[in-house]
């Protein structure tokens, strides 16, 4: 997948951001500004997102 191509839904905009825990425990937030830094990256704001940066964490 090439995120560029999603480019007008993604840049500077809003977004869900769904994760699990180990646990399988699902959690969901909202970034409030998301950028394509390259094809297969997004850069996201962290608002005080920490149960979702502990799960991205866990899976990196």
Not at 29 to 57: F, G, P, R, Y
Request: avoid cysteine; hydrophobic fraction near 40%; proline fraction near 3%.
């Amino acid at each position: 997948m090439n995120l560029f191509e999603y480019n007008d839904l993604i840049n500077g905009k809003p977004m869900h951001i769904a994760t699990v825990n180990s646990e399988n425990n699902p959690n969901l937030a909202v970034a409030s500004d998301v950028k394509i830094i390259d094809k297969n990256k997004l850069i996201i704001s962290v608002n005080e997102m920490i149960n979702t940066q502990k799960n991205v964490q866990y899976i990196m």
